[in-house]
């Protein structure tokens, strides 16, 4: 496409392949597609890559928030482990940006497993119950970890009213018989907007990065994105 990425997503795009986090070659994903890129939010775990990564969402959320549908949440949710320094960090730059608004934003997140001493509970940070809840994590493949968030969010009482992850890979949901390629399956991102009736929003898609690095990263590396683009694409 043509469209032009906004500046703050290249400045995103360009902190992810400076700092490592977005990788070519040979990957295995947790749905077993093997995949010609990796992004690994865990990597940025410096102080100037968080920022790159906490002021991409921030400014994702803001013009969410400024557009004629907001989400009008009351908390950032990050679900364990990978996400947690990933939302928290988005609260902190939110109040930095636009304190008017955020100053008192609030995060939580799941603990792995439920503390039985002390003040126990599976949730750590602001109490969920009547809340609603802006799910921010990492990636979106088939959207399995995002139907667990979802599920624990609910169960403590909490009103999801959507999802922002770093990067949407624009994959189609696995195919039952050994998710063979050539099976017509929907959208993982649609199946999950229509699932839970919540919008899901990126900072980056597979489109943008394959637009935005032409030219910048070895010809066959985006030759095979383009060609894994293909052979994953949704139906619908
Ligand atoms: P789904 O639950 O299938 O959507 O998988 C998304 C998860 O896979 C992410 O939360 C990551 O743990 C992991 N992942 C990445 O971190 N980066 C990728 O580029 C691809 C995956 C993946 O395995 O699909």
Known sequence: SSTTLAPYKVEFLQAAINGGVLKFG??????KRISPYFFNAGDFYR??????ISTAYAKTIIEVEESSSPLDFDIVFGPAYKAIPLSTSTVDKLADLKPEKYEKMCYSFDRKEAKDHGEGGKIVGAPL???????VDDVVT???AKREAIGKIRQEGGIVVGILVALDRMEKLPAPNGDDP???????????RKEYGIPVFAILTLNDIIEGLKGKIAKEDIERMEEYRVKYAASD
């Open 47 to 52: 102080a100037d890559l968080l920022r790159a």
């Open 129 to 135: 119950k009547g809340k609603r809840v802006l799910i």
């Open 142 to 144: 088939a959207g399995t």
């Open 26 to 31: 040979s990957f295995e994903l947790k749905s």
């Open 182 to 192: 050539s099976t017509p399956m929907p959208s993982a991102i649609g199946e999950l």
